[in-house]
Nanobody
Framework: QVQVVESGGGLVQAGGSLRLSCAAS????????LGWYRQAPGKQRELVAR???????NYADSVKGRFTISRDNAKNTIFLQMNSLKPEDTAVYYC?????????WGQGTQVTVSS
């Protein structure tokens, strides 16, 4: 099972940017899906952005045009570039790697956006 570790969270003012990273312990060259999810206090975990095996991406409506998911196969790393951050983006962000039967989640990284 691939292990994943997120980093890059922090406190930022509204309108600012953050770049989250997700380092995988194994190759992500072949995968079913690579994604970022988030969970705000009192709410269910929700999909933020995802890359499917064919290369297509999809985003939550609330982040379209502001967030971009990407990957670096050479470094086995997935990124989430977050621009124009809003207070409602405050949440714990989780990385998910789905490779065959292996479904891996990280421990999460906190993103807090102040108004």
């Amino acid at each position: 099972q691939v292990q994943v570790v997120e980093s890059g969270g922090g406190l930022v003012q509204a309108g600012g940017s953050l770049r989250l990273s997700c380092a995988a312990s194994g190759s992500i060259f072949v995968f079913n899906a690579l994604g970022w999810y988030r969970q705000a206090p009192g709410k269910q975990r929700e999909l933020v952005a995802r890359i499917r095996s064919g290369g297509s991406t999809n985003y939550a409506d609330s982040v379209k045009g502001r967030f971009t998911i990407s990957r670096d196969n050479a470094k086995n790393t997935i990124f989430l570039q977050m621009n124009s951050l809003k207070p409602e983006d405050t949440a714990v962000y989780y990385c998910n790697v789905l490779i065959g039967p292996s479904n891996s989640w990280g421990q999460g990284t906190q993103v807090t956006v102040s108004s």
